[in-house]
């Protein structure tokens, strides 16, 4: 069984633009959540799809933004980047909308924004 | 919305010896507390969790501990070795109309082992 890959996995960019990252959850999983690490903090809930439709969401600006593929996919979509958002990018899939089987987290995705 | 404290955040244990982290949550219907082990460069990893059904559950040298009433719950690692150091995270699941179900994680504390 694979885990949960994400990529790229890591990315500078500058402040203003948008960025894309990607995510494919692990086999049997139909629900992925992202979450948003800072440097020395434990990771903050951006949203989270499931069967496609968001499903919950953190207190992040609308400049977050994410989709899910049929195959349960997912993509975080960030505009107007600002430095600020420099972070590990997670995303985490489970077999259910309610975490009680645990999440399975990727390794993450480093985002600079200069 | 749901609060995780996690102490202490930074621990320094000889190899052989105990370590324990505690975590208190303020939300009183989070009925699931995951902990994670995140090692430099990697995602965090699922290491043992516990429902709120449960006080207590083993998993060879990680055990997890958790008193609804006082709403805290507490790791202990025995027997501890150089390979357990790393950030631990402890978590509690909160829910609500605008957030659905999400994770709530402490800040960390770093595990150093020494041989």
């Known amino acids: 069984e694979t885990g949960v890959t994400q990529s790229p996995t890591h990315l500078i960019k500058t402040r203003g633009q948008q960025v894309t990252l990607r995510c494919s959850s692990q086999?049997?999983?139909?629900?992925v959540s992202w979450y948003q690490q800072a440097l020395g903090q434990g990771p903050q809930f951006i949203f989270q799809?499931?069967?496609?439709?968001?499903?919950g969401r953190g207190n992040f600006p609308p400049r977050f933004s994410g989709l899910q593929f049929p195959n349960y996919s997912s993509e975080l979509n960030v505009n107007a980047l600002e430095l600020d958002d420099s972070a590990l990018y997670l995303c985490?899939?489970?077999?259910?909308?309610?975490?009680?089987?645990?999440?399975?987290f990727g390794s993450g995705t480093r985002l600079t924004v200069v | 919305g749901e609060n995780v404290e996690q102490h202490p955040s930074t621990l320094s244990v000889q190899e052989g010896d105990s370590a324990v982290i505690k975590c208190t949550y303020s939300?009183?219907?989070?009925?699931?507390f995951p902990w994670y082990k995140q090692e430099l460069g990697k995602g965090p990893q699922l290491i043992i969790d516990?429902?709120?059904?449960?006080g207590e559950k083993k998993d060879q040298r990680i055990a997890v501990t958790l008193n609804k009433t006082a709403k805290h719950f507490s790791l202990h690692i025995t027997e501890t070795q150089p390979e357990d150091s790393a950030v631990y995270f402890c978590?509690?699941?909160?829910?609500?109309?605008?957030?659905?179900?999400?994770?709530?994680f402490g800040k960390g504390t770093s595990l150093l082992v020494t041989p």
């Open positions: 978590a509690a699941v909160f829910s609500n109309s605008n957030s659905g179900y999400a994770l709530n």
């Open positions: 086999s049997g999983h139909n629900t």
């Open positions: 799809y499931y069967r496609e439709e968001e499903n």
């Open positions: 939300d009183s219907a989070s009925n699931y």
């Open positions: 985490a899939s489970s077999t259910d909308r309610a975490p009680l089987s645990g999440y399975t």
């Open positions: 516990i429902r709120s059904n449960v």
